[in-house]
């Protein structure tokens, strides 16, 4: 592996619509997160629950983690595009 993939992090993020039963004509957003190098997955109740997922592996490879905020920006405009298009929360 040369050393510039060691330093590489991908994710995949997946989200979609959940109708549960005790809140019958309601959704929610649901998803899961995948870090693609070693496989790791969380479910996520929450487009929230990102940065938490990602930070640890920004920390091993010595990121600060404010650059997160570009991150998180993106995914606040994300998640309140999909509460005003679908009127529901993340």
Known sequence: M????????SFIV???LEETAEE??????R????HV?????????????IPAFIT???DAAGVKIKVLAGPRQWL???????????????
């Open 56 to 58: 640890p592996y920004l």
């Open 2 to 9: 040369r050393s510039s993939e060691s330093k590489t992090h």
């Open 31 to 34: 998803g899961h997160i995948t």
């Open 14 to 16: 997946k989200v979609w």
């Open 37 to 49: 190098p070693d496989g790791v997955r969380r479910y996520l109740k929450s487009v929230h629950e």
């Open 76 to 90: 606040n405009r994300c998640r309140q595009y999909l509460e005003r298009t679908r009127g529901n929360s993340c």
């Open 24 to 29: 019958a004509g309601r959704v929610r957003w």
